[in-house]
């Protein structure tokens, strides 16, 4: 699904439909093998567009694929906003959003395809999941919550431990199911702080519906 506003007029939307398509081709191909080695050819193939009109969108491979990450990271940034919306502990957002990332796996393969390929040279993006992960935990410092002092920090022990869950969870599904997740944000939480006790019960509160 597309992340950007409509555009206003007839040419404004073809024009977004041919950069989404772009886009989605390049999701498409991350997920599978997560290589950027296709050729502009290919990419513009997939996405059934005309060879030049690549270049009326992106400079570069690079740029596009650099695009096609955000705009994946982005999508289950908003994803996470949907489904999480009615929790305000932010030590409840923290287990959660590494729960659901293990089912997203199953229900969302492209997205957390991309996020497993990717998504290390995005931990500290100013969007996507990495902005809403570094304000749940400015908001979880600034209440007492957590007791680890420096966001950037926490954002950073966050996403590899987000990034080796999905790829335990792709590699070895036998071993990353709904426990293992609960078992590791349980651990998450009390490396921020969260006594064991709450730690463990906020780690395995019900969890909303996917659907």
Do not use: C, W
């Amino acid at each position: 699904m597309s992340t950007s506003a409509p555009p206003g007029n007839r040419f404004e939307r073809r024009r977004a439909e041919t950069r989404q398509a772009l886009v989605r081709s390049a999701r498409q191909i991350l997920a599978e093998t997560g290589d950027t080695s296709a050729s502009i050819q290919a990419i513009a193939e997939r996405a059934d567009v005309g060879f030049g009109s690549f270049y009326n969108h992106f400079e570069s491979k690079a740029e596009l694929f650099d695009a096609a990450v955000a705009d994946a990271l982005e999508e289950l940034g908003q994803t996470f906003d949907e489904h999480l919306r009615s929790i305000d502990d932010p030590a409840e957002l923290v287990a959660a959003g590494f729960r659901l990332s293990a089912r997203l796996a199953d229900s969302r393969p492209e997205l957390m395809q991309v996020l497993r390929h990717r998504g290390l040279g995005h931990i500290h993006s100013d969007s996507g999941l990495a902005v809403r992960a570094a304000r749940d935990l400015e908001v979880g410092i600034a209440s007492g919550r957590f007791a680890m002092a420096d966001p950037a920090i926490a954002v950073t022990a966050l996403g590899g431990s987000l990034l080796a869950l999905v790829e335990l969870r792709f590699a070895r599904p036998d071993l990353a199911g709904d426990e293992a997740a609960a078992n590791l944000a349980e651990m998450l939480l009390r490396m921020l702080g969260v006594p064991a006790e709450d730690a463990r019960d906020v780690a395995r509160r019900p969890l909303p519906d996917l659907d």
